[in-house]
T-cell receptor, first 115, second 114 residues
Framework: EAGVAQSPRYKIIEKRQSVAFWCNPI?????LYWYQQILGQGPKLLIQ????????DSQLPKDRFSAERLKGVDSTLKIQPAKLEDSAVYLC?????????????FGPGTRLTVL | DQQVKQNSPSLSVQEGRISILNCDYT??????FLWYKKYPAEGPTFLIS?????DKNEDGRFTVFLNKSAKHLSLHIVPSQPGDSAVYFC?????????????FGTGTRLTVIP
């Protein structure tokens, strides 16, 4: 079974530029998550989708971050404009079920550096 | 507000000995706890979990202990192997919400010395 795919793996941009990350979850997984992991910290949930609907985006800085999950499969996370403090690893995860308690499977992440 | 805390950023253990990783939480509504393991340049991978109705869960060399009254859990690895060297994250969630949101600790880097 293929895992969660993310691209690009690394991205370096200057502040005030825009950037987009892509995630392809495990086939058939209903729920998709985006996490931000700043160096030295644990992952922090940014947004959770169930199929193509948003379940929780309370931690998403909506003035600059946006995310979508078209057709309930792939997802993109965008930052516009980027700030220095957005430098982090952005992790995508998916889980099979709608709601409930099930394991989240993580992708390798995209490491963003904002200069 | 860090609701899940791992106060030891690193731990070194000799191969064959026991590794004990600790985690504390502040939110009494958490009722499901997980440990994830992370190698460099990879995403976290699920290791073991425990529900709040239990105080111990074992899977091979890995055992998780939960002390609800102290809001504390620990992961025991015995015997430790060099391949166990990784960053270990403790995570917690509230099952009742159904949202499956995980709150992570800051991680403990385990080094198993051959």
């Amino acid at each position: 079974e293929a895992g969660v795919a993310q691209s690009p793996r690394y991205k370096i941009i200057e502040k005030r530029q825009s950037v987009a990350f892509w995630c392809n979850p495990i086939s058939g997984h209903a729920t998709l998550y985006w996490y931000q992991q700043i160096l030295g910290q644990g992952p922090k949930l940014l947004i959770q989708f169930q199929n193509n609907g948003v379940v929780d985006d309370s931690q998403l800085p909506k003035d600059r971050f946006s995310a979508e999950r078209l057709k309930g499969v792939d997802s993109t996370l965008k930052i516009q404009p980027a700030k220095l403090e957005d430098s982090a690893v952005y992790l995508c995860a998916s889980s099979p079920l709608v709601g409930g308690t099930d394991t989240q499977y993580f992708g390798p992440g995209t490491r963003l550096t904002v200069l | 507000d860090q609701q899940v805390k791992q106060n030891s950023p690193s731990l070194s253990v000799q191969e064959g000995r026991i590794s004990i990783l600790n985690c504390d939480y502040t939110n009494s509504m958490f009722d499901y706890f997980l440990w994830y393991k992370k190698y460099p340049a990879e995403g976290p991978t699920f290791l073991i979990s425990i529900s709040s109705i239990k105080d111990k869960n074992e899977d091979g060399r890995f055992t998780v202990f939960l002390n609800k009254s102290a809001k504390h859990l620990s992961l025991h690895i015995v015997p430790s192997q060099p391949g166990d060297s990784a960053v270990y994250f403790c995570a917690a969630r509230q099952d009742q919400t159904g949202a499956n949101n995980l709150f992570f600790g800051t991680g403990t880097r385990l080094t198993v010395i051959p």
